[in-house]
């Protein structure tokens, strides 16, 4: 009996130390943030153009929020208390911006920022769900979608809830971002081993910094792979029907990922029991996925899906100049993945320094680890997410590394989730 009493008291102060060492680190993250803040702000009074490096203050509330939960999951500590701490850390920093918040950005017209931005404005002007891409400057005289639709939507809705494109949207999409992350990393915290969950959430908050710049440059990738956390949080909730429809949105706001929410789907049908479970998870997918085809039906009389407006680095002449062109684009693109990139300024290569070595690394590291049950499955995923952002993507590096990188790795909780799991979903579908 005395011995039972020293390890619960030894366990009692353990955990006490714990608490006060994450309770100094939210203090400190505090501080410093509030100091850098007051520091930098100045360089963003001076500007109001939506992203360069004059905002670099408003990178500080990820900067600050990462680091503490950098040491709760090092120390295996994140909970849906902390969860409520760091959003309220965030939340705490975002409002030294307050005198900024209603201060109106602008975006460079033709990059596609301006553009998501025209569309945007255009909708509630006129008050239509016609996308408006024959008013974005790309020679597109015609009523059927040309630029990624989705994003323009969701900008209409934040400048109409929040009265303008500001700093204030800004920052609430970055506190969007930021909950998708933790609500994530809760839920996924006990669908994976110890060091396979620090190696995911290690590269998540190393992507940090780049998923803010994503957001601050007015880019739509934020918001795909924000779709995409709630969508393996819901699954691993057992909570299809929801999580479906989200799938489905995903390559309405990025449509390089189609192919990606096609296999996926095809995932989730395969691993449910037969019956009206799956055709109700097809049904709901599909009637989704065919949005773009509604509105080019109604508004321009074609049945189209895909955009028009997308890169091509392919000659397609003949087949060897097609295998060569693909060649010399895997060639050229690889070492973007490892965070170089010959085009860009030293503080974009920092930002994607952090987390695409890493991210690379981890998914070979995944190939070799994850259930041999799933790994065909992994396999497939890897290639549909990567393979068309390598053909086809290109601009605002390192966007596309991003978006591949965290699909891939923050599908692996769904992937290698037991089977008998899986069909136990059917009774809610």
């Known amino acids: 009996m005395a011995s039972t009493v020293k390890i619960q008291s030894f366990r009692n102060l353990a955990y006490s130390k714990q608490q006060v060492f994450l309770g100094l680190a939210y203090a400190i993250a505090l501080i410093a943030g509030v100091t850098l803040i007051i520091w930098l702000k100045p360089l963003l009074e001076a500007n109001d153009l939506a992203c360069g490096k004059h905002v670099i203050a408003l990178f500080v509330p ?3 929020v990462g680091l503490v939960l950098a040491l709760l999951v090092i120390t295996d500590s994140f909970s849906k208390f902390h969860f409520l701490y760091l959003v309220l850390l965030y939340v705490v920093l975002m409002l030294l911006f307050a005198d900024l918040f209603f201060n109106p950005i602008w975006h460079y017209y033709f990059d596609d920022p301006g553009r998501y931005s025209s569309y945007a ?5 006129e008050g239509t769900l016609w996308g408006g891409d024959a008013l974005g400057g790309m020679g597109a005289n015609t009523g059927h979608y040309v630029d990624q639709p989705g994003f323009r939507y969701f900008l209409a809705l934040m400048i109409k809830i929040l009265g303008g494109e500001h700093r204030l949207m800004q920052l609430s999409n970055m506190l969007i971002y930021l909950v998708a992350l933790l609500i994530f990393l809760g839920v996924a915290r006990d669908s994976l081993s110890r060091n396979h969950f620090t190696w995911i959430a290690a ?19 934020w918001l795909a792979v924000t779709l995409f956390f709630f969508f393996v949080s819901l699954i691993i909730r057992e909570r299809v029907i929801a999580a479906v429809v989200l799938l489905a949105l995903i390559p309405f706001v990025r449509q390089n990922l189609l192919i990606t929410s096609v296999l996926l789907v095809a995932f989730l049908a395969i691993t449910l029991a037969k019956g009206k479970g799956r055709l109700i998870v097809i049904a709901v997918f599909i009637g989704i996925l065919c949005l773009p085809i509604y509105h080019n039906l109604y508004y321009a009389g074609e049945f189209r899906l895909l955009t ?26 690889s070492v973007r993945y490892l965070g170089y990139h010959p085009h860009v300024d030293y503080l974009r290569t920092i930002v994607a320094v952090l987390f695409a ?13 994850i259930r041999s049950s799933a ?6 995923l890897a290639a549909v997410t990567v393979g068309p952002t390598i ?18 790795l923050t599908a692996i909780p769904l992937l290698n989730r037991n089977m008998k799991v899986t069909q136990k979903m059917v009774s809610q579908v």
């Open 203 to 221: 590269f998540l908050i190393l992507s940090l910094p780049y998923a803010a710049n994503n957001i601050l440059d007015g880019l739509s990738e």
């Open 391 to 408: 053909l086809f993507g290109w601009g605002y590096f390192p966007r596309f590394v991003f978006t591949t990188q965290v699909i891939v």
């Open 121 to 125: 404005h255009f909708i509630l002007a």
């Open 357 to 369: 070595p890493l991210g690379t690394g981890l998914l070979l590291y995944f190939l070799f680890r």
């Open 308 to 333: 028009t407006n997308r890169g091509n680095h392919i000659d397609w002449n003949s087949f060897s100049t097609v295998m060569q062109s693909i060649f010399n684009l895997v060639i050229w693109k």
């Open 62 to 64: 990820f900067g600050s």
């Open 375 to 380: 790994r065909y499955w992994y396999l497939a």
